[in-house]
Structure formats: structure tokens, C-alpha cells
């Protein structure tokens, strides 16, 4: 049975890096639709991670909110404001040295620090399967507040984009 | 001028009215439904499936319709009824026949066409030529399968052309019939009528 | 979830952070930010449910918190792209380097 | 390819596309570009751009006699030949001044009116098909249709291209085995219509579709010389079946259907009723139809030779109700075998001027059904 | 009934068989590759005979035969298709972007193609039991939009952006009444699996199917006029609407690519059929017949009306259609699940006769309140 575990690690690397490639594709694409398809890749990969942690509720959800519903507006967006022609214009300010040497210096730092604190992992938690029950139960007692106010906040963002993008209608 | 007011005014043809939302739309369905379960077992003429597979069967057709022209011929194709004219040459619309006359070996034109083409692929069927033709020599056929790979075969020569009267017969009976009289009794005034000057062509009253 | 150590995930977090956070910086047209800003997201969502999943009491919470970033990252894209909407049909142009009316 | 609208484009804000509705698409029933300027859905401006099946007919008829030009008027209004012959062989008629004897006429209105309702049908299921209900009317129509089209090749010897009506009468009789089968077509087809109108007339998707869409309202109508059922439809009550009396029409009493609000679904609604009142003019038609011979005597000689027709030197027009509108020929005579100059004034030409006024405003969607339902055919628009 | 676990034992006959031969978790894997290779094979064969079917209903509703020249009744004729679509010239635009006028419909198949894990298609036939069944299907099924855009995009033509658009939006304006009619049924039966799902529906000769309650009966109209705009088909076939887009946003794909795309759709009708009987009409359950024919019978029985509706309806407007899902439907659903929580909560007569009031008073207010859609009554004058 071994092998099946060291086929899913293997899985769970190849899907790390895969995750990381799509991401790179983002960051450094030209064509912005092109880009936006990365995104969703990746997106979908991280919805794959999810189930490699078995919280498969928050992979449906992932797919479901990002890839179904974050990406469809991105992608009205990109097609409202690109052209058909799609010249490719230079999509890269002059800042990329500073901000690449900045990053770099942030990453080694939080690196070390990742690797040298002894995380407390607990036998207990790993066995738990948090199932869709637990959540649903949790999100109505425990977080029965913020689950409110997340409400509000969306329908608040929904009124101000509407205004914000509607056209004064032709008289 | 608007003549909304002075017409009266037929209730009957206001539309029906709708008792909910989904009703006109459920009747639709209701007749769709109808018609699918009724093609299985109507008869083609009262709306049943009346398509013919056509390959294998075909419509008959009507006496009347008219497709490409042809030339008839009494007893041998040397011998057609065509005099070459040259009248339906003049008449036809798209200018798609040619007419030769025949002449012997001292040059006097013989009463027999050399040589008569007609392009099937002007020709628009009107039937002009069919009806100009003092001699009842050019009629038109039912034979619409007449597609070829190359247009000049569709360029066809007399020989293709001529079809023999009992074939006339086989298409059109009644006209045949109808035009064979009409020159019997031509030929037969022309007997009776022969030391005087042969009578003029014959008419042939189209049935 | 043994089968993985719990380092290996936080480095590839980290990674998706800062290429996300690069993107922010270095990309001229305000939709490729948004995108990038995205990213960044997701890479703190992975952090939760994996400090979830090992090393806190109730399982649930890192999940529960997920959906909850889940659904502010969908705030800020709509608000975000109906803000570029209206660039767009104003100025005719959606590069962040172009819009600078403020800076003199 | 020139833009018309190079410079709208340009400055107009949000998404103002600039599409051909181009000369090959599927419903522009014919060869014929619209070209459109859309903003999102909405249209702001189109220019239909015609002449893609000109065939140069006008010029044909001066080199060719009376007799054999009546083939190449079936070819104008390609979905029903019948009104074209109809109206060239009475200009004809009215130049040299010959009358037609009562036989004839009575047939003549017979096949007028079976032409009509062959193309109300075709027009209604054209419509409906445009509003995308995957062929089920338009075969249904089709299926009456197919009787029709048996009589006319029963009788004139084409489906379509019917070249059937002559200077003084028609070309052949109308044997008692054709008045059966026209009477058997005509009970059958109000079992159909009913039918038809049970599946379509209450159809609520018809009724969002086109109830207020493509209103054309009675003053930019007869400002725009629209006729035929598009200008019934807005209220207009102007039948030249009424107003002329042309041929024997004066003696049969049927109604003309008028719309109120002049929009698509008015459009679709008065083309039905206008095949009820065809199917009661053919019944009374046939039921008159007297005994006597279907041609003038004089111009049957002229069917054998043709080029003794000589008309007087002089001009006439003459028009009669086509199924798209009022369809008249101007024909000028110089006394030779050929006219001079034949004109035809084609309804479908003339309708297409109210397409703009309709359609800015409505979606892409409607401007397909707006232009199914004026009724055009584009070899009488281009001739 | 013997026959009912027919391919259960089959398949585990088939398991017993490579056990003696392989170690353990080839065995394991064995069954994950069997019921794959089965889905994969059941997909496509599905989809060619739908064409089929829906090529026959539609010619006998437009009384004429349907295609009966390939094979006896045309049985042959999907073959004689595919391979027309294999030899077909595989045409790409110019300007397109290459990549993505590929990719996307291979991205579009996907999805359809992974809805199948979730749908029970017998008893304890279900590929994948997952316990977020439905939860998956419906993110799945939110997928669709991508392929759409990429497909639309990629084509570089007016047309295919144009029916894009509306696809996109055509989607999304039906998927939160979908899943918002999905809900009632999870609260009946308290899960998310669908075989469990399927269960609960069990007993009473069919009688406690979902959709004879009253809730039951508005949610699955609900969740059929959705899927059947999930999956572009007339009334709401705007996006490749022939008469104005030509064919939408697969306008610049031809041969292979095309069928691909042409897959898809009939795949997810049939999916989305297949899910609408597992919510509402008792999946498997069924008196006498094996639960496969059972459930194989009323999906089909679904399809056949999805046909049905093809041959009949006109098509939508692009404002009548998100009218009638934002203004008409998704209120409904709302008032659905308040009706189905007033089911659980009162006595069973009194729950039936103010259910079944509340479902028909809802439907007559929301009538009202589209005044749009109500068709005008009009006169017309007979002047002479």
C-alpha cells in the first residue's frame, strides 16, 4: 500500500510545482487573456491541494466562487476593455529590478524563519476529517457573526460596482 | 386615410385571452406532441408523413410540366418533324437554341435542320419554343435528371435530342393525342386539297 | 496530511506569495494587478487550512475562515473591475502608469 | 472594404462595434448586407446594402417581345410568380387595349390568390424560423404549401416559375380534375391554419419577442410609400384590391385586416387573417367561375407568333396587390414587337427604406425578425 | 431482483480475478481504471446515439423520418458523423491565437466528461461516492463558462465575441437558481451524496419521490428550465443562434474541434438530465425493473422531453433571458426553499394544502410583477 502514499506525495509535489508554474505564467505573460487562463489553472490546481488535505468542501467551494464566478468577471473585464485586434503592448513597468530584489530578500528571510520553528503538529487534529456537517454547524454557531456581516459586505460591494460601472443610460 | 375606425369592428378576430402565463405555450407543446404521435399512424394526405424516399420511389408527374425541351421524330430519327425554321431559335428568350439547315451537295436548302443544339444549361424551361413551333416538332420533356460533370455536356447535340413520338405518347398522352389528329386531318385537307394550293401550316389548337 | 511535512507547504505558500506580490508591483494594466492580488490570496487560503488541518484544536476553522477570504477576494474583484470599467470608458486607457492625475 | 461609419466609431464611447450582417448569412433571406453599427446589443445605425442579384431584367425586356418576357417576370418575385405575370400581362393589356374574357379573369384571381397564400405561408414560416423554433412551423406551413405548388405544376407546368398568364387570358384551361383538387386544398386548409395558430398565435416567447418591437407607425409609413400587409398592419386601410377594383375584384366581397400598433407581431398576425380572406375570395372564385374560352381570340394568334403583337406607340402602368405590396409595370411602347422601356415598381424595394427607422434602438436580435417580416425577396428588390 | 447488481458482480468478479494475479494495490487501482475506462467509453457512446434520438424525435414532430439511410433505422448514422467530423478539413481563423482556438474544446469536454463521477446511476453504481456529490456537480457544472470565453476570444471574430458574451452571461444568470432549487432537496434529505440522496427517495411505489411534493414539483421545473439553459439549448439557444450570430462562438471551429464541442453539449444534457432524476425523480428507485433500467429510462424519458421543447419553443431575447432567470426564477427559488422549511416544520395535511397554496400563490404574483412577459391581448379591425 505503500506505493499508492508515494504515488499522492509525488502527486502533491508535481501539483505544487505545477500550481507555481501557472502562477509564473500570470506574473509574466504579455497577453493579459492568457494570463487570466494561468490564473485559472492555478486556481484549479490549488483547488486540487485542497483535496490533498481532504477539505474537499472548500475545493467545491474554491472551484465553484473562483474558477465559476472571480474568473467569468476577469474575463468580461478583459474582453470590455482589450480591443479585438489584442496588439500586445509592454506589460511590465520599469520597477521589476527593485521589486525583484526586495521580494527575494523578504522570501529568505521568512524562509528561515519557516524552517527553523518546530511546528506543534498534533496527532489528534491530523486524523480528524472535517466533513461538510462540521463546517455547516460551525459557520451557523460558532461564526454566526461574521457570516452576517460577510453578507452585508456583499451586497454593499454588489451596489457599488453596479453604480460604479453603470453607464449614464443615452438620453 | 387611417382606416382604423371605419371598418367594423369583428370581435371574432380579437386574440384569445391567455388565463395564465404558461398556456400558449402548452398548447404549442400540445400540438407538437400531437403531431409526433399522429405521424406514426395518419395517412400522407391528411397530414400524415408524406415524404417519398427518393431513390427508390418517385412522384409521379404531371402531364403538364415542363422540363427541357426535345425534338420528335415519326418513324426514323434521320426523318425529324423539324423543318428548321428557325422560329424558335428567334422566339426563345435566352437564345440557347442553334438551328443549321441542311443543304445538298449543289447548295439547295433541304427542308431537314443539319445540325440543332440547345444549351441545357441556359434554357430556363418557359416553354416559349414549345409554343411558337408551327410543325409540332419541339415539345418539352419530364426528364429532369439531366446532371453532367462538364457544361459542355450539357450542350446537347440533335442527335441526343430527338425522342420518338411514341415517347410523346408515354409522356403526354393527351397533347399527343390532340397533335396527332390535328395532322391527320391537315394531311388529309392537303389530299383533298391538292391541285389547289396546299393549305397553310397546320393550326394546331392547343388542347 | 503526514504525508507531507508541514514546511514543504508553507515554502510553496510563501512562493505564491511573493510571485503574486511581483506581479502587484511590476504589472502596468489594472486587471493583470487585480489577478496578481488574487494569488496572494490563495496563497494565505492554502496557509489557513493547512495550520488548520495540523496544528489547531477545532479542524473547521481554518476551512470556515477560507470562505469567508473567498468571498471578500470576490468583493474586491467586482468592486475592483467595475472601478476599471469606469477608467476605461473615461479615459480610454487601463494602465496604471497612464491614470497618474494626481501626481503633478 | 470602406467603413461607413470609420469616424462614429472612433469617437463613440463603450463598445461600438461596426458588424456586417454580410451578403452569405443565414437570414437575410437572399443576397443582401446590412450594415450595422452596434453598441452592445443595441443598434444604432444600418445601411442595407443591395444589388448583390441584379440581373440587368429591365434592359432584357427591351430586346425581347411581350410574350417572351412574361418567363423572365416570374423571375422577379422568385417565391411566387403568378402577381408579377399578373401585373406585367395587364399593363400589357391596358397599352394595346384588349379585354379579357370573363373565364380568364375568374382564373386569373383563382391563381392570384392560391399565389398568395403560397407565400403568406412561406413568409410566416421564414419568420418563425428566424425566431429559431428549429423548422417545426415553417415545415407544417411547408406541408400545405406542397398542395398549392402540385396545383400550379399541375396546371402551368412549374412548381414556381409559373410563366402561365398571356396577353388577353391564360395559357391553358382549368380542367375540371384542377377545380377538384383546388377545392379539396381549400377545406383542408383551415384545419391547418387553426392548427398553426394553436401552436404559434398565444406562443408567449412570439409575444414577448415581438409584440413593440420594429413599430412602424401609420405616418412614417405612408411617408415611406410602404405598402402591402407591413402597411395594413400599422392601420392603414389601402388594398388596391379595394381601391383599383382591378381584374374582377370588384365582384367578390372579402374583408381587408388592419393591425393597431404596426409592430412584428401586428405583421404576422394580419398576413394569417389575410390567408383566411384569400381562401373565401378563391371559394367564392370558384364557385363563379363561368364556361367560355380562357383567351381572347384575337391575341391567341399571338401566342404562336409573338412578334405580331404590336402595341399602339404610348405608356401604361398597371399594378395589382402582390403578396409583398402594390407590384405595378410602367411599360413604354414605340409600336415595334418590343417595348421600349418596362419598368417594374417592386414593393420589396420600396419597403426596405422604413428597415432604419425600425430598427435603431431594437437588439441584433430583432432586426433579423424586423426583416423577416417586411417580406422581402431580393430578385424583386435588385430585378 | 438478480438483475439489478448485474455490474456490480461483474465488476468484482473481474477485481477477484487480477487479485490472484497482482498485489494488493494493483487490485485498488484495478477498480479506480475500471469504472473510468466505463465512464469514458459510456460518455461519447451516449452522446453520438443522443444525436441520433434527437434527429429521429425532431423529424417525426416536423412529420418526416429522421435519418434512415446509414444502418437500418440510421442506427449507423452518429458513426457515418464522427467519421465526417474526422476527415473534415480542421480550419483555423488567421489571426486566431492558436493555443487557446485548440484548448478550448478540449476544456469544455472536460467537465462534462467529470460530472459523470457523481451520477448514481444504479443502486450502489455510483462511480465515485463522494459525500459533497451534488456540491461537486454544481461547481463542475460552473466550469463551463471558461471554454465558452476561450473558444469566443481565441476565434478573433465579431460574431463568436458577441455570442461569448451572451453565453457567458446566459450561465451565470441560470446557475444561482439552479443551485438555489438544488436546496430544498438537500434539506429533505439531509446530505449531500447522491446516492443518499436517491435513498431517501426510496419506498411507496414511487410515491415519496421529491417531485410529488409540492416544493418537489416547483424545483424541479426550476432546475429544468436552468439546465436547460446550462446547456445552450432552444428556448435559450441564444449563444450559436443561427438566425443573428450564425453559430456563436464556435463559429470558426470546423472537424474535429467541432464535434468536440458538439460532445459537450449533449453530454452535459444528458448529465444534467441525469442529475435533475437523481434529485427529483427518485433516481433508481423503482417497483419491479433492475435500478439501472430504471434510471437509464427516465433520463432518457428527460432528454426526450428536452427535444421536445426543441422542437417547439422560439427562441429568447438576451433581456427576456436574464428577465426571466433574475426577475422570475430565482425569486421562485427563494420562495421554494421558504416553502419547502414550512413542509418540514407543520403537520402533513396542513403542510400539503399551505405548500401546495403558497407554490401556486407565488407563481401568480410573480406573474404580475413581469408585466413584460404577460402577452398584450390585441383587436384587430376587418374594414373593407
Redesign the interface.
Given at each position: 500500500m505503500e506505493i499508492l502514499t508515494l504515488a499522492a506525495k509525488i502527486g502533491a509535489y508535481a501539483l505544487m510545482t505545477g500550481v507555481l508554474l501557472f502562477a509564473l505564467g500570470v506574473v509574466a505573460l504579455r497577453n493579459l487573456f492568457h494570463s487570466a487562463l494561468c490564473l485559472a489553472a492555478a486556481l484549479i490546481g490549488i483547488a486540487g491541494l485542497y483535496l490533498f488535505f481532504r477539505a474537499d468542501f472548500l475545493a467545491a467551494v474554491q472551484i465553484l466562487l473562483y474558477v465559476g464566478a472571480v474568473m467569468t468577471v476577469i474575463i468580461f473585464a478583459i474582453m470590455l476593455t482589450e480591443h479585438l485586434s489584442g496588439k500586445t503592448t509592454i506589460q511590465h513597468n520599469r520597477q521589476s529590478l527593485p521589486a525583484f530584489l526586495g521580494i527575494a530578500a523578504l522570501v529568505t528571510v521568512i524562509a528561515k524563519v519557516i524552517l527553523q520553528t518546530p511546528w506543534p503538529v498534533t496527532q489528534k487534529a491530523l486524523g480528524a476529517h472535517t466533513s461538510v456537517e462540521g463546517i455547516g454547524t460551525a459557520l451557523m454557531t460558532v461564526y454566526v457573526f461574521p457570516f452576517e456581516v460577510i453578507s452585508v459586505v456583499l451586497i454593499a460591494a454588489l451596489i457599488g460596482a453596479v453604480i460604479i460601472a453603470k453607464r449614464e443610460n443615452p438620453s | 386615410m387611417s382606416g382604423a375606425g371605419c371598418g367594423k369592428e369583428y370581435g371574432k378576430f380579437v386574440k384569445k385571452s391567455v388565463p395564465f402565463f404558461g398556456w400558449g405555450v402548452l398548447c404549442g407543446l400540445w400540438v407538437t406532441l400531437k403531431n409526433f404521435i399522429t405521424s406514426y399512424f395518419r395517412k400522407p394526405d391528411e397530414g400524415g408523413i408524406f415524404t417519398v424516399q427518393y431513390p427508390e420511389e418517385c412522384l409521379p408527374d404531371f402531364e403538364a410540366s415542363r422540363n427541357f425541351p426535345f425534338l420528335v421524330y415519326d418513324e426514323t430519327p434521320e426523318k425529324p418533324r423539324c423543318v428548321a425554321c428557325g422560329i424558335c431559335e428567334r422566339e426563345c428568350p435566352v437564345k440557347c437554341i442553334h438551328v443549321l439547315m441542311a443543304k445538298d451537295e449543289n447548295g439547295k436548302p433541304l427542308r431537314r435542320p443539319a445540325a440543332f443544339d440547345i444549351d441545357y444549361s441556359l434554357c430556363m424551361n418557359c416553354g416559349n419554343c414549345e409554343e411558337v413551333c408551327p410543325f409540332n416538332s419541339i415539345f418539352m420533356d419530364h426528364e429532369h435528371k439531366i446532371a453532367a460533370y462538364d457544361r459542355k455536356d450539357l450542350m446537347r447535340p440533335m442527335q441526343k435530342l430527338l425522342k420518338s413520338n411514341s415517347y410523346f405518347h408515354s409522356i403526354r398522352p393527351r397533347d399527343a393525342e390532340a397533335i396527332d389528329r390535328a395532322i391527320k386531318e391537315a394531311a388529309e385537307k392537303k389530299k383533298a386539297a391538292v391541285p389547289a394550293k396546299p393549305a397553310p401550316s397546320p393550326e394546331a389548337p392547343k388542347s | 496530511m503526514t504525508l507531507i511535512p508541514v514546511e514543504h507547504v508553507l515554502i510553496f505558500s510563501l512562493l505564491l506569495f511573493a510571485i503574486g506580490l511581483y506581479g502587484t508591483l511590476t504589472r502596468r494594466n489594472i486587471i493583470g494587478i487585480l489577478i496578481s492580488i488574487e494569488l496572494m490570496l490563495n496563497a494565505a487560503n492554502i496557509n489557513l487550512v493547512v495550520f488548520a488541518k495540523t496544528t489547531s484544536l477545532s479542524p473547521e476553522t481554518g476551512q470556515v475562515f477560507a470562505v469567508f477570504v473567498i468571498a471578500i477576494a470576490a468583493v474586491t474583484v467586482a468592486v475592483g473591475l467595475a472601478i476599471v470599467l469606469a477608467l476605461y470608458r473615461s479615459r480610454k486607457t487601463i494602465f496604471a502608469d497612464e491614470v497618474h492625475l494626481l501626481k503633478w | 472594404m470602406v467603413s461607413l461609419f470609420r469616424e462614429k466609431t472612433q469617437r463613440a464611447d463603450g463598445q461600438v462595434l461596426e458588424i456586417n450582417f454580410g451578403p452569405q448569412h443565414p437570414s437575410t433571406h437572399g443576397v443582401f448586407r446590412l450594415h450595422t453599427l452596434v453598441d452592445g446589443e443595441t443598434i444604432r445605425e444600418v445601411k442595407p446594402v443591395m444589388g448583390y442579384l441584379h440581373r440587368n431584367q429591365e434592359q432584357i425586356s427591351e430586346n425581347l417581345t411581350y410574350t417572351g418576357f412574361i418567363g423572365f417576370t416570374d423571375r422577379m418575385d422568385y417565391i411566387n410568380a403568378i402577381p408579377n405575370n399578373f401585373s406585367f400581362v395587364l399593363a400589357a393589356e391596358k397599352l394595346a387595349g384588349i379585354e379579357v374574357p370573363e373565364r380568364a379573369d375568374h382564373i386569373r384571381i383563382i391563381m392570384a390568390e392560391l399565389a398568395r397564400i403560397v407565400n403568406h405561408m412561406a413568409v410566416v414560416g421564414f419568420l418563425l424560423n428566424d425566431l429559431g423554433a428549429a423548422f417545426t412551423p415553417l415545415l407544417y406551413a411547408f406541408r400545405e404549401r406542397e398542395l398549392i405548388l402540385d396545383i400550379f405544376e399541375d396546371l402551368t407546368g412549374s412548381r414556381m416559375m409559373c410563366n402561365y398568364f398571356r396577353i388577353g387570358g391564360v395559357k391553358s384551361d382549368l380542367s375540371e380534375q384542377h377545380l377538384a383538387t383546388i377545392k379539396k386544398m381549400a377545406a383542408r386548409l383551415p384545419k391547418f391554419l387553426d392548427e398553426f395558430e394553436t401552436l404559434l398565435t398565444n406562443n408567449e416567447i412570439l409575444c414577448m419577442r415581438c409584440q413593440n418591437t420594429g413599430i412602424l407607425s401609420p405616418e412614417t409609413a405612408v411617408n415611406s410609400g410602404i405598402t402591402g400587409p407591413a402597411l395594413r398592419a400599422s392601420g392603414v386601410n389601402y388594398d388596391i384590391r379595394k381601391t383599383d377594383r382591378y381584374s374582377l375584384y370588384g365582384r367578390f366581397d372579402f374583408k381587408v385586416p388592419l393591425g393597431k400598433t404596426g409592430d412584428v407581431y401586428d405583421r404576422y398576425y394580419v398576413r394569417i387573417l389575410e390567408i383566411r380572406e384569400s381562401l373565401n375570395i378563391l371559394r367564392q372564385a370558384v364557385a363563379a367561375l363561368p364556361r367560355g374560352e380562357f383567351i381572347n381570340k384575337k391575341t391567341a394568334a399571338f401566342i404562336r407568333s409573338p412578334r405580331n403583337f404590336k402595341p399602339p406607340v404610348g405608356e401604361a402602368y398597371a399594378r395589382t396587390e402582390s403578396p409583398k405590396g402594390e407590384l405595378g409595370f410602367y411599360i413604354l411602347s414605340d409600336g415595334t414587337p418590343q417595348p421600349w422601356r418596362c419598368h417594374a415598381r417592386a414593393p420589396s424595394l420600396i419597403n426596405l427604406s422604413a428597415l432604419e427607422t425600425m430598427c435603431v434602438g431594437q437588439k441584433i436580435a430583432d432586426m433579423m425578425i424586423i426583416l423577416g417580416s417586411i417580406d422581402i425577396v431580393l430578385g424583386e428588390t435588385d430585378r | 431482483m438478480i438483475f439489478d447488481p448485474v455490474f456490480i458482480r461483474l465488476k468484482a468478479l473481474f477485481l477477484d480475478l487480477c487479485a490472484r494475479f497482482f498485489p494488493?494495490?494493483v487490485v485498488?487501482?484495478a477498480s479506480i481504471v475500471i469504472s473510468a475506462v466505463v465512464i469514458l467509453v459510456m460518455g461519447p457512446v451516449i452522446m453520438m446515439y443522443l444525436t441520433l434520438l434527437e434527429r429521429k424525435?425532431?423529424g417525426?414532430?416536423?412529420?418526416?423520418?429522421g435519418p434512415n439511410r446509414v444502418g437500418i433505422w440510421g442506427l449507423l448514422q452518429p458513426v457515418a458523423d464522427g467519421i465526417k467530423m474526422f476527415i473534415k478539413e480542421d480550419i483555423v481563423p488567421a489571426h486566431a491565437?492558436k493555443?487557446?482556438h485548440l484548448l478550448a474544446p478540449v476544456v469544455t469536454v472536460v467537465p462534462s466528461l467529470m460530472v459523470f463521477l457523481v451520477v448514481p446511476f444504479g443502486n450502489g453504481m455510483t462511480a465515485v461516492n463522494?459525500?459533497?456529490g451534488i456540491?461537486?456537480f454544481?461547481?463542475?457544472s460552473?466550469?463551463t463558462?471558461?471554454p465558452i470565453?476561450?473558444g469566443s476570444?481565441a476565434s478573433?471574430n465579431?460574431?463568436s465575441?458577441?455570442g461569448?458574451?451572451r453565453a457567458?452571461a446566459q450561465?451565470?444568470s441560470y446557475?444561482a437558481p439552479m443551485t438555489l432549487a438544488i436546496v430544498p432537496v438537500i434539506m429533505a434529505s439531509q446530505t449531500?451524496a447522491t446516492a443518499t440522496i436517491v435513498e431517501s427517495q426510496g419506498g411507496g411505489f414511487g410515491m415519496n419521490w421529491f417531485i410529488f411534493t409540492p416544493w418537489g414539483l416547483l424545483g424541479f421545473i426550476i432546475y429544468f428550465f436552468c439546465a436547460i439553459a446550462e446547456c445552450n439549448r432552444?428556448?435559450f439557444?441564444?449563444p450559436e443562434?443561427?438566425?443573428?450570430?450564425?453559430a456563436g462562438f464556435h463559429t470558426e471551429y470546423s472537424g474535429m474541434k467541432f464535434a468536440l464541442f458538439y460532445m459537450a453539449e449533449y453530454m452535459n444534457a444528458f448529465t444534467l438530465s441525469a442529475i435533475a432524476v437523481t434529485l427529483f425523480l427518485g433516481g433508481w428507485q423503482g417497483p419491479f425493473l433492475p435500478s439501472w433500467i430504471w434510471f437509464f429510462g427516465k433520463t432518457f424519458l428527460l432528454v426526450c422531453v428536452m427535444i421536445?421543447?426543441?422542437?417547439?419553443?422560439?427562441?429568447?431575447?438576451?433581456?427576456?433571458l436574464m428577465g426571466f432567470a433574475w426577475k422570475f426564477l430565482l425569486p421562485l427559488s427563494l420562495i421554494n426553499i421558504l416553502i419547502a422549511g414550512l413542509w418540514f416544520l407543520t403537520p402533513a395535511i396542513a403542510a400539503w394544502a399551505l405548500t401546495a397554496g403558497l407554490v401556486v400563490a407565488s407563481?401568480?404574483v410573480f406573474?404580475k410583477l413581469n408585466k413584460?412577459?404577460?402577452?398584450?391581448?390585441?383587436?384587430?379591425?376587418?374594414?373593407?
Open positions: - | - | - | - | 494488493e494495490w485498488m487501482l424525435l425532431l417525426r414532430i416536423q412529420n418526416r423520418y491565437d493555443i487557446i463522494l459525500n459533497i456540491l461537486y454544481v461547481a463542475i460552473s466550469i463558462t471558461i470565453f476561450m476570444w478573433r465579431k460574431f465575441v458577441l461569448g458574451m457567458a450561465m451565470i446557475e449531500l432552444p428556448p439557444d441564444l443562434a443561427e438566425s443573428e450570430l450564425i421536445w421543447f426543441r422542437g417547439t419553443f422560439l427562441r429568447f431575447r438576451v433581456d427576456h407563481f401568480f406573474v413584460t412577459f404577460v402577452p398584450e391581448k390585441r383587436t384587430y379591425v376587418l374594414a373593407d
